[in-house]
């Protein structure tokens, strides 16, 4: 009798652990744009669900228009649901939305800097609108310029960086206030491979500091290198989700690539 007792206090203990250790979580979401004038109706994201565990870095993976930087944005609460819920450390995207931008990073598809301001000086305005301390931020922005091999070109003007620089500069700019949740949407776009490389070994050394990762990418070998998780999304439907290794030996490929040229572009559901 005792011992049916504990065993179900411990099964509630670990159902609440469970769900405590979800950092993100999705619930049937749905955005649907739709043309006022020509009544077409694009379903960007289709009625997708999906946790992202805790310290985990859990890739959006999918074709161009898949509906991967919709995801992000609705989490960032920079454009609302057509539908569903979505909670970000337990907080509901639309009701508490101020309680998670203080607990998020984000790295826009669209690199957000300013151009004639240095690398340091966009770190530091953005410390400070975040209301860092001074020490904070320049004991941060020392390290993380390093990690990233930029240290030398930081006091040059952001205008005169390359494609790949800009987004290690808002890297580091979307880490300054060390949130514990960090959003990056295509975060290597126009990097060189070496560049690409150091910068996944930044990303991946997040995991030390337990920061949980939802980045986007269409870049195979980078989901592979860098998540621990990944969704595949396809116009908008959640496809697969799993370990690169479970979805290798799920889908019988040889690789990742294979699953992903197998089951996308085919707008059907399979397997779950
Ligand atoms: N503001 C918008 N109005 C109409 N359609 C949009 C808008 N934003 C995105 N879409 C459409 O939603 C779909 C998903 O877009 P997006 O989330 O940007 O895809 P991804 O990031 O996977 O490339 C695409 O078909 C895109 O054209
Ligand atoms: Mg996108």
Known sequence: MIKTKNLNLLNNKNIQEAYNNKAIEVLNLRKIYRNKKTIEEVKAVDGISFSVKQGEIFGLLGPNGAGKTTIINILCGLISPTEGDAYVEGHHIKKDLKKIKELIGVCPQQAAIY????AKENIELFGKLHLVKKEDINKRMNMFLNLLGLSESSKRKAKHYSGGMIRQLNLIMALINDPPILFLDEPTIGMDPRVRRTTWNFINSLKQKDITVILTTHYIEEAESLCDRVAIIDFGK???????????????????????LNITGRRILEGF
């Open 115 to 118: 151009q004639y301001l240095n």
């Open 238 to 260: 959640l496809i697969a989700i799993g370990t690169p290794k479970e979805l290798v030996e799920k889908y019988h490929s040889e690789d990742l690539e294979e699953v992903f």
